[in-house]
């Protein structure tokens, strides 16, 4: 069974300052891996997403995330957050190709980043 | 951004009333979930859909069932709604394939008094 863990639930941050959230996950098969955010009384929106290839991957507002097979991991990274990253951000893994999983999504438990002036 | 609509978008019942959420997509997905999010504990599955009357139990399936008669409706029940059943419901959709990122819904906040 697949499993992520968010290590950080919390993580504030003055503005302009470099921040990465981190996410462990565990599977025994090849996996997708995604981060969405969710701003304050919204829905969830895909930030950035792994499904093969370059294990860098970046978004358009300045996120990246490195998918490292060996530590099974998929830090999410800004090198200068704003105030309007503020939001909870979730990290996500289903097993890819590997047939029987239906791609069902397991969720870490979020962290809620916090930008202050 | 896919059209995946959920109704209702607020419900406030009582403890041991049935409930019925609906998810609708246009976009011809053929898979279909439902998570529910609540504090400190991210998002679980409910049940999802791998194809219409295909359908299975997630981590958090009991006092749930789903529905599933045309490719783009998906409908969770609460048989007897519970207060540990407050939460705010989230559908999503994902094509055929699998090699792409879930779309969510704009999410149902429902309130079991």
């Known amino acids: 069974a697949q499993s992520v863990t968010q290590l950080d639930s919390q993580v504030p941050v003055f503005e302009e300052a470099p921040v990465e959230l981190r996410c462990n996950y565990s599977?025994?098969?090849?996996?997708?891996l995604f981060w969405y955010v969710q701003y304050p009384n919204q829905g969830l929106q895909l930030l950035l997403k792994?499904?093969?290839?370059?294990?860098l991957v970046e978004s358009i507002n300045g996120f990246e995330a490195e998918f490292n097979k060996s530590q099974t991991s998929f830090h999410l990274r800004k090198p200068s957050v704003h105030i309007s990253d503020t939001a909870e951000y979730f990290c996500?893994?289903?097993?890819?190709?590997?047939?029987?999983?239906?791609?069902?999504?397991?969720f870490g438990k979020g962290t809620l980043l916090t930008v202050n002036p | 951004d896919a059209g995946i609509t959920q109704s209702p978008r607020h419900k406030v019942t009582e403890t041991g009333t049935p409930v019925t959420l609906r998810c609708h997509q246009t976009?011809?997905?053929?898979?279909m979930y439902w998570y529910r999010q609540d504090p400190g504990h991210g998002l679980r599955l409910i049940h999802y859909?791998?194809?219409?009357?295909?359908?299975d139990k997630g981590e958090v399936s009991d006092g749930y069932s789903v529905s599933r008669s045309k490719t783009e409706d998906f409908l969770l029940t609460l048989e007897s709604a519970t207060s540990s059943q407050t939460s705010v419901y989230f559908c999503?959709?994902?094509?055929?394939?699998?090699?792409?990122?879930?779309?969510f819904g704009p999410g149902t906040r429902l309130t079991v008094l």
């Open positions: 792994y499904l093969s290839g370059s294990t």
């Open positions: 859909s791998y194809g219409v009357k295909d359908t």
């Open positions: 996500a893994v289903s097993e890819g190709q590997s047939g029987g999983s239906n791609y069902k999504l397991t």
């Open positions: 599977s025994s098969v090849s996996v997708y």
């Open positions: 999503a959709s994902l094509p055929s394939g699998g090699a792409s990122e879930q779309f």
């Open positions: 976009e011809n997905h053929r898979y």
